[in-house]
């Protein structure tokens, strides 16, 4: 096998895709009906030993969508008030286009063909993240449909835990609970956890033993 050129360390390490880290905040759980209010995301890059590290930080306050739910208790959880106008929110159709948009360009930077989603439950934000875009007509979602990585679920295997907070101190993650459901600083860390995570298998020399059974 010949070594894979610089362009190409991502999309050979993950089979053409480029993990794209996403966390939002929401006023429910239900992804056809309540409001996206947050959205952040951060895109990973490899160094030249194939090592993950994080990129580049994206965000958006997102102005709930028209007849969106909105549940109280959810607002009370992350203490966002939609209609501040500090929040200096955007329409969900731009705050999508602002996210999308640098993963586009990130994806063809790295040589990959799609971006696949990374969330802490990815199963929310992933759902979440394909409802608004289906709201808003987007046809180029970057986001694989239905694939994503799961870091509680990786957490669990790695360091025993499944809550974020509790993985981080686990990992050597400063976690500040103070700042958490804030979409751009859960997005960070669970991009570092995810960098962790991959790298320490890397190190343990998991990934040579995949390579020699190509």
């Not at 959810?74 to 929110?89: H, M, S, V």
Request: glycine residues 6%; hydrophobic residues 45%.
């Amino acid at each position: 096998m010949n070594p894979p050129t610089d362009k190409s360390l991502m999309a050979d390490r993950f089979r053409g895709y480029l993990p794209v880290v996403i966390d939002v905040e929401t006023a429910g759980f239900n992804a056809r009906t309540d409001a996206l209010l947050e959205i952040a995301a951060v895109t990973l890059s490899m160094d030249e030993n194939g090592y993950l590290i994080p990129e580049h930080t994206y965000s958006a306050n997102v102005i709930p969508f028209e007849g969106a739910n909105l549940e109280q208790s959810a607002l009370a959880f992350t203490g966002i008030d939609p209609w501040n106008p500090e929040r200096q929110a955007i329409s969900e159709a731009e705050a999508l286009e602002a996210i999308f948009k640098p993963i586009r360009k990130a994806i063809k930077a790295q040589g990959c063909k799609r971006a696949i989603l990374v969330g802490h439950n990815a199963t929310f934000d992933h759902g979440f993240v394909n409802a608004a875009a289906e709201r808003q007509n987007i046809k180029r979602n970057p986001f694989h449909p239905f694939s994503t990585f799961d870091t509680a679920t990786l957490a669990g295997l790695a360091c025993g835990q499944t809550v974020l907070a509790k993985a981080c101190e686990v990992a050597g993650i400063e976690f500040d609970n103070r700042s958490a459901h804030s979409a751009v600083y859960d997005t960070e860390k669970t991009a570092e956890l995810f960098c962790m995570i991959v790298n320490r298998w890397k190190d343990m020399g998991g990934w040579d033993l995949v390579l020699q059974t190509r």
